[in-house]
């Protein structure tokens, strides 16, 4: 169990997460904070909510962890389905933080030409935008932990794949939630109203067209923001097999260093011993 725990990347994982888990409180701290210069109502709590959301994919993530371990498999693979499911329904909460960017410019007063000098109005912007980096960082670490899972079993083609799809799904999924209003648990609750309703408004070119340049844009974000991390680990785990290999070349040696000074006493006890019989 420990080796395999470790094989999925614990508890290196659970750090992250920590880490991940004590930025959300800091950045959702300033959501509540956060007010107009007329005072009032924060005008951010909507993205508690948000956020939360944007943690779910995580969640199903870890689940997905906890369900490899499990040494049956057919309770295994119905586990897969039911929880890749809800985290695949799930996973576009993560990248639709990055649209709540627009919400300062709405709701911020920028009557002004000159509003961007205020720092009030950074203030805003920055706290949205942290906002969006704490959603964009959760669906890498998401993606990141489920595509391990899926190149383990089928390899990296296929892993790879299912990442891209992965990515382009979630586009398009942000898309349905922030023009159309659609929920993920909309999905659940009535996927046939869903459908035709979807079906109904893609019947319009010109509905179309602004989805392709709208999803376009969150697939090249994303994709970005994983692929940099998913590099990242790379060259991480390159430097780790690297500095193992290292100690183990210094730990072959030293038996090599050892065998070749016995050989040098050696000698040198049979020249002394030649020397005294001479």
């Not at 500095?243 to 210094?250: I, V, Y």
Request: proline share 4%; net charge positive.
């Amino acid at each position: 169990m420990q080796q395999r725990l470790k094989e999925l990347g614990y508890p290196m994982k659970l750090v992250i997460y920590i880490m991940l888990f004590i930025a959300t409180m800091i950045g959702m701290k300033y959501v509540a904070e956060t007010r107009l210069p007329s005072g009032g109502r924060p005008p951010y709590l909507f993205l508690i909510w948000n956020t939360f959301l944007a943690w779910i994919p995580l969640g199903f993530a870890v689940m997905l962890d906890l369900v490899s371990l499990l040494h049956s498999r057919t309770v295994r693979r119905g586990l897969y389905l039911i929880f890749g499911l809800l985290w695949l329904f799930f996973y576009p909460n993560a990248a639709y933080l990055i649209t709540d960017l627009l919400h300062p410019f709405v709701r911020y007063p920028t009557q002004s030409s000159r509003f961007w000098e205020d720092i009030s109005f950074w203030n805003h912007l920055n706290t949205v935008f942290f906002t969006a980096i704490i959603g964009l960082a959760l669906g890498s670490l998401a993606l990141a932990s489920v595509h391990q899972l899926v190149r383990r079993a089928y390899g990296s083609f296929v892993g790879w794949c299912f990442a891209i799809a992965v990515l382009l799904l979630s586009s398009f999924g942000v898309y349905l939630g922030r023009f159309i209003r659609w929920n993920s648990w909309d999905i659940l609750r009535t996927p046939i109203i869903v459908l035709r309703e979807t079906a109904k408004y893609f019947m319009q070119i010109d509905n179309l067209r602004h989805a392709f340049g709208f999803c376009k844009w969150v697939f090249l974000i994303t994709a970005f923001c994983y692929l940099l991390l998913y590099l990242f680990g790379r060259l991480g785990s390159s430097m780790a097999s690297i500095e193992r290999e290292r100690e183990h070349g210094h730990e072959a040696a030293k038996p090599a260093a050892a065998a070749e000074n016995e050989i040098s006493r050696i000698g040198e006890r049979t020249a002394t011993a030649a020397k005294n019989r001479v």
